[in-house]
């Protein structure tokens, strides 16, 4: 299996990754090609590139190798609070080094944007280009953080299978509304086998890193000197592309002083398999006008340590932290920038989001398979209409049958999410949801409580009529 392992005093990771090599491995690879890095979408893992994968364009002039984060997919890692995007790229900077990984061109859609341009900032030269598909705001805008607060505790506290359909039903609202049903199928099984409410502490890790992600500074941005390319929704909610626009004027050392940003005529979130076709053609191109570069198994100067060493140095000087410089340089989760008060709290929600995890709700049957297609299950009551609000269908409910009007074309049936407009959440709101997600407790239900002995319970409500017959 190819793992990249991770070890050090305080950390251990197991990373995995895939590559278009016959064999899976990086020893397949044609010197004479360059390489490229892709990284996956947000709550999905590396097999979700398969787009890209597959794709003969790309097969056919480029070494390809995928990875999963440490908190995704095959993946395995020690659970710990530090976790963040920093951490992300300390993890693919030993995964170059530990496979002799040459410098290589890197793709990262939505989330991992953000780890990719971290990964450039502190080991710029591993990275002969960035190309970022559907960047989200630097922090949450503020109406997808409080749905996605919300979202994440029914997600992993359902009790059966209607209330689970119905929260992925509402993840795909935002990230693949207008995707195939066949797609949207195969998204929901993926999230019921790896993200049920039995793994509920990998939905928190996950949303965890989404929620309390902090900004790359103007001067953070200012070190990045590759070549930037945008790919980005034209009328995404989730994804405005304004943000995007932030990114690339900030981005004032790359070649021509900004980032090219192209914008594609689509709204969902998960650009990268929706729009995969136009993806992959656009990503081609702005390939090809680079320089051309090969593929020879890396050569560090000097020991790794060393190396490392020098990242930490400056991560502490763009982060105004010289205490960062003296942490143990072999350690990924020595880059993590969260703050004392954010590990608390990431570790908290765990510890809460870890009780009674092993005997949640499974979605799955006893082949471990999902219990039916996400396109299979009835009109729900809770499903909301164009106007906010939900209706039961009255055809359930018709004696004779009637003339049956031709069917409307989807986007008619299932109009698109609105969202209201709103700024990316600030440092306080980060907090306080932090707050609310470490001190949930969905188990706690009021009880009534009886004293005395049962005879005498049973003896006195039988003599008492019941409230139901008080009021006929």
């Known amino acids: 299996m190819p793992y990249v392992d991770l070890v050090s005093g305080d950390d251990y990771a197991s990373i995995w990754y ?30 979700w590139l398969y787009p890209q994968m597959d794709d003969h364009r790309l097969n056919s002039q480029f070494n390809v190798i995928v990875f999963d984060t440490r908190s995704t997919g095959r993946s395995i890692a020690r659970p710990t609070g530090k976790f963040d995007l920093w951490v992300t790229a300390a993890d693919l900077a030993l995964c170059f080094y530990h ?8 793709f990262a859609p939505e989330l991992n944007a953000y780890a990719a ?57 935002f990230f693949a509304q207008d995707a195939h049903p066949d797609l949207q199928d195969d998204l929901v099984a993926y999230w019921e086998v790896h993200y049920p409410p039995f793994r509920r502490t990998y939905v928190i890790t996950n949303v965890n890193l989404l929620m309390n992600r902090t900004p790359l500074t103007p001067v953070e941005l200012a070190r990045i000197t590759c070549p930037v390319f945008i790919i980005q929704a034209e009328s995404s909610q ?15 050392n790359v070649p021509g002083g900004s980032a090219s940003i192209f914008p594609v005529k689509a709204s969902q979130g998960y650009l990268s398999l929706m729009s995969a076709s136009i993806v992959n053609q656009v990503f081609m191109k702005f390939l090809v006008r680079q320089p051309p570069a090969r593929s020879d198994p890396l050569r560090l ?9 020098t990242a930490l140095s400056a991560l502490g000087t763009v982060r105004n932290d010289p205490s960062i410089a003296d942490r143990d340089p072999l350690s990924p989760l020595s880059f993590s920038c969260a703050s004392a008060e954010i590990v608390r709290s990431q570790e908290e929600t765990r510890t809460t989001y870890e009780k009674g ?6 979605p799955l049957g006893l082949d471990g398979r999902p219990l039916r297609k996400f396109s299979e299950r009835k009109d729900h009551w809770l499903d909301g209409g164009a106007d906010g609000f939900s209706y039961s269908s009255a055809n359930n409910f018709r004696k004779k049958a009637t003339k049956q009007k031709p069917p409307r074309r989807r986007e008619e049936l299932e109009p698109s999410i609105v969202l209201p407009p709103s700024e990316p959440v600030s440092e306080e709101l980060q907090q306080v949801s932090r707050l609310r997600r470490a001190t949930i407790n969905p188990s706690a239900v009021d009880k009534q409580v009886i004293k005395g002995t049962m005879a005498k319970v049973v003896s006195t409500s039988q003599g008492v009529p019941s409230l139901p017959r008080l009021l006929r």
Not at 238 to 252: D, K
């Open 238 to 252: 989730t994804h405005p592309v304004v943000y995007a626009e932030q990114i690339s004027q900030h981005l004032a």
């Open 117 to 173: 341009l971290r990964f450039a900032v502190l080991f710029p030269e591993l990275v002969l280009s960035l190309t970022l598909c559907n960047v989200p705001a630097q922090t949450e805008i503020r109406s997808v953080f409080e749905a996605l607060e919300e979202l994440c505790q029914l997600w992993a506290f359902s009790e059966d299978l209607e209330s689970f359909e119905y929260s992925c039903k509402e993840v795909l609202d």
């Open 18 to 47: 895939d590559t278009n090599a016959p064999n899976g491995n990086v020893g397949g690879f044609d010197p004479a090609k360059p390489t490229v890095v892709m990284l996956h979408p947000l709550f999905l893992d590396s097999s």
């Open 301 to 309: 100067e000097g020991p790794l340590v060393d190396r490392m060493r």
């Open 99 to 106: 496979l002799r990984l040459p410098a290589a061109h890197i």
């Open 357 to 362: 995890q092993r005997t949640a709700f499974s």
